[in-house]
């Protein structure tokens, strides 16, 4: 079944249906079979296993009847997984010569280099995932420059430690604003208005809250940081827009939340696969879309890209964005 | 498969167009013929596809954007078969299709695989493959781990001369030097560095009655490091780590703090052996020295009501080995140590030597 929907009016309401149809009974045996394969091959399957991971994430993830597909190989991922441990493996190296010339330096040293990491990690793992993200045989792209984003990072960052991380709610949203503004899907452009003091505000009053109401409050603030999250994020396309809103509330966060951990306790941890269905799921019942793209309407305009060092880069060190 | 309705979607824009899909097995190709009449082909060789249940969607290496969507029950199994007749389907999604029940089955035997060589493969390895780490890995790890403590402890010289004089009287059959600290403290307590340095606290050496006890407490002491148990420990929880890392690399946080504890529980019962252990090699020491191996069980009686508390020297927690603290003496220790003194022989030789040292000691 098709819709081509090329005669509706540019500015008409477009309804957009966003649904998250993977089920616990699929995910449990791709972790299983990804830890099999995995084992038997004594963790070189592991970047095949992502990829396999991620692929039926994003298979399963689908706008108006229309699937996400994720393209990345595992090959392209071992070859980043590889990358990456041997600048670990050089870094390791590199550290311990200094240490046996002035431990204090090697310190310093592994510091700086952690930092450094990490925005480029970022980076690469968006430029990666996006262009290997399609829908509707459209790729998406991210445009951000490594060497600006970097250099903005550790502007960021020393922002942060001299504020003695009172900065870091701005950074943690700037970083936000910064990726996300970058990504393209086709010639749909994302956009962000994230706000470092807003966020500073959710987080402080979430915080206080959550104190005086001996800890009840943390279902709605779960409910505070979904809702900033989410309502900052757009889409345009010319004069056309798409806005996101939240519909979650604070009941639904606690019946997620408990329903989670009551899974996880009583099934001695087996049940993580309906625990992710259910989250995924959750996120994306409750993300409303509104606006008037017309997703059949988008034209490729990101360009082939080949290089998985990020993506490996951040499940290396477990960074989550 | 032949005129099948399809979605194309051409990976230019994201319009799809009515196509219809034939097969042609003679050349492995489908034909493609869009609504406006256009044709094309794409090789069986070149393609790729995801299946949700009736649902094929079917992509071309050689263009990777371009999309072919077909929605069809008896297309779906055809060309899966067909696909997997020429091995276009990799491992993984043929495990997929096996039945829940079989993939339970394989998550069952994995766990109990693992549990296996968690608990009966790996910690012997460990423990045998130190035998490739020389002596001297021993001492960097003992050095490493005492140097920041030794500078807090208050050394009593007079008595630390005293003690090494006593236990150069003594054949303790270790393979490296040895050296006895005495410190000034309050705590009962005493404990070995995997290095070979050995500190004995003055309230231990207060409570006891005789030679025989203080004995018994070296004989234990010197039987963690002639056994290198903290090399061995060391050793088995890495290997543990290891084995954990790589079988859950990709689990959450709630998982891996159940795991973690359940990692701490099992290498807390792993020193509780090498306790043991070095209880029975104390005790053979004593019967070597011609020592009454009673002084082990007198020893430990002491100390049974000693506090339990862990303690710390300036915020260092205890490290190596140690008399009480993390390992209670139990009844069940004090038994087994009778026990094995009832099926020994043994001879006693009152030593006048160690006796005087040991009243200098006491001083």
Redesign the interface.
Known sequence: ??I?S?NLENNSEQSYNLQF?GSG??W????????????LT??IY?P??RA??L?YIY??TVLNNE?F?F?GTGKEMFRGFVKVLLGYVLLLILIFVISLITPILAIIVLYLVAFLFIPFAIHGSFKYKMSRT??????FGYRGERKEFILNFIKWLFLSIITLGIYSFWLEMNVRKYTHENIRY?DVEFTNTSDGGDWFIVMLFGYIKTIFSLGIYVFWWQRDIFEYYINNIGMKKGDQIVKCHSTATGGDFFELIMGNLFI?IFS???G?AWVDIRTQKFIFDHIKMEGNIN??????TEE?YKDAFGEDAMDFFEIEI | MKNIKA?Y??????????SKLSYNKSSNEFFIKNQEGKSFSWKLEDLQF?R?EN?I?I?NEKY????LKI?NASFADDFYNLMKKNNRVD??SL??N?S?IK??G??IF?FS?LGLSYFYIIPPLAEKSIDFLPESFDNQIGNTLINPIVKHLDINKEKTKYINQFVSKLDLGNSKPLNFKVINSNHVNAFAVPNGEIFIFTAILEKMKDYDELSALIGHEVSHINFRHSTKMLSSNIAGYMLIS??F????G??SV?LDNAHQLNSLSFSRKHEKQADEEGLNILIKNNIDPNGMVNLFELLKNEEKEKFTIKGYELIGPEITSSHPLTQERINNIKDIISKSEYKIEKNKKLKEIFKKLKK
């Open positions: 079944m098709t081509i090329n149809l009974k699929e449990f045996k791709i972790i299983i079979i990804n830890w099999l394969l995995t084992v004594l963790g592991y095949w296993a396999k991971s692929r298979g399963k699937h597909h393209s399609s829908y509707r045989g459209i790729r086709g996880i001695f941890g087996l993580i997703f059949s309407e988008i034209s490729q082939e | 979605d979607f051409d990976g230019i824009t994201s319009n799809s167009s009515l995801n949700f649902l969607e992509r990777s954007n371009a999309l929605n491992l993984h495990l997929f096996l829940f993939i339970l394989i998550a994995l695989l790589l079988m690399s990709d689990i959450n709630i998982m159940m």
